[in-house]
């Protein structure tokens, strides 16, 4: 299952001209307000007719402006889900999730239960929209998106009306999605934290054009993508197996440089997690540091340095077999001749990690 977008649009001043590949997981659309993420969605919906190009679902013409070929939008199979969950106020959560089957090509049964199971709504069947909250909502509204029997499901910022609590709790329902459905994803978000949990593929947006496109986790660990995915926000992704709860609060993990403590994970001992690392909160040492606070000193090799046009550098990590990314000043970089090859220890704050950013490996 894949989907192939190749299209040019002009709004006037703006223009648009994307070509990428979406492969089977999640593909996430990252780009700044304005780089035409939604413009994009909405030609691979049906709901923009580009001016030129070629959209292809898993074989499937989608479109093709010079063969003058667009199937209808409510011809496409795909499956929505938009900020606000458009959910019907007067019909329950089961007749809300039952309305998508209308459209479905097949019964349901098994399926109704596995995915009211895995979006944990089971206790809302019987209620109206109305008494649910905002993350409720949403996972009503992607059941509703899947049970539709969708070949892709777009994703419009799902989260963006969320509070940061609701955010936290709906993350572990779409690493399920992603875990448990061999529906791909067109996810359009421009946080961050969601596309460093949930995608497998990310296509960088600027200024109406792909900046770079690929797996998620080789882009988010490139030195040379830090300015597009912004200089705070940059981090790369640890593994880690989580082998101990401590009396004191603190959750042991097992990367494979080391071990790792984060303040409590609910998580049980052996669950396999991903734990993002902003580059900001990495600080390295060339020697094994001696009575330092922080309890997270892992070994690693650099390798790769990117030296910004100011004061800072990011500098790119081998811990392990994971790849981690630091930003330091330009002036330690070259202190410490942190050169590709040079030995050094990273070391992390067990509480800089924020609780979103701890996710299910996949
Ligand atoms: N129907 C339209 N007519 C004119 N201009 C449009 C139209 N739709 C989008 N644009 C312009 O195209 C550009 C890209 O918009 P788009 O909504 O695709 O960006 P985005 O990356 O999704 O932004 P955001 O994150 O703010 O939703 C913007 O400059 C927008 O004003």
Redesign the pocket.
Known sequence: MSLSVHLAHS????A?DVDFEAPAGVTA?F????????????AVAGL?RPDAGRIVLDGRVLFDAEQGASVPVHQRRLGYVFQEGRLFPHLSVRQNLSYGHWFAPRGVGAEFDHVVAMLGIDGLLERRPGGLSGGEKQRVAIGRALLARPQLLLM??PLAALDEERKAEILPFLERLREETAVPVLY?S?SMVEVARLATTLVL?DA?RVVRAGPAEDILSDPDNVPALGIRTAGASLHAVVTAQEDDGLTRLEASAGPLYLPRVDARIGARLSIRILAQDVILSRTRPEGLSALNVLPATVSAVRLGDGPGAIIQLKAGDDLLLARITRRSALALQLEPGAQCFAIVKTVAVARTDVGGAG
Do not use: A, Q
């Open positions: 709004f006037g001043d703006f648009l659309l780009g700044r307000s304005g780089s035409g993420k939604t413009s994009v969605v909405n923009l419009d910022e359009v421009h947006m109406g």
